[in-house]
């Protein structure tokens, strides 16, 4: 009785310390809470941020007044902003960019608060100039 107790402490103590060794999974920093469509202020959590989706909300009281840091031009080419989700891993914060997680650069990071409080990026369609994950501004929401 008090061998099987023994085995049975030694094997709960090494199944604790291989789920200790195991890497954080990805933390879902930040879903947005925006809008669905053009109206902005009901609430969509499955945004995914797919180019020209849930842009026209924004453009005119958001989106056209976000400036890139690195020629201070706008962020926005009519719809290259749109509403989407964050999340903090151990490399940094990544957005959705036509529902795949992309890495935020620090230098496109946008130093101001969307008026939903949620995610918003920019970035172009993936072309010649502009390779597949290019991002011109992020948005992400306040810390909690």
């Not at 195991?22 to 879902?28: N, T």
Request: charged share 20%; proline share 8%.
């Amino acid at each position: 009785m008090l061998i099987s107790r023994i085995e049975t402490i030694v094997t709960l103590a090494a199944i604790g310390v291989l789920l200790a060794l195991q890497p954080a999974p990805a933390q879902e920093h930040h879903a947005h809470q925006g809008h669905r469509g053009d109206s902005p202020g009901s609430a969509s959590p499955d945004y995914r941020g797919y180019h020209g989706v849930g842009h026209e909300g924004w453009h005119e009281s958001f989106y056209s007044r976000l400036k890139r840091k690195d020629n201070k031009t706008s962020c926005c080419n009519l719809n290259d902003c749109v509403p989407t989700q964050s999340r903090m891993t151990d490399r940094g914060y990544e957005v959705l960019v036509e529902g795949e997680w992309t890495p935020v650069p620090q230098d496109v990071i946008q130093k101001v608060t969307a008026p939903d409080g949620g995610a918003h990026v920019c970035f172009p369609k993936a072309n010649a100039i502009y390779p597949k994950g290019t991002l011109f501004c992020v948005v992400l929401p306040p810390e909690t």
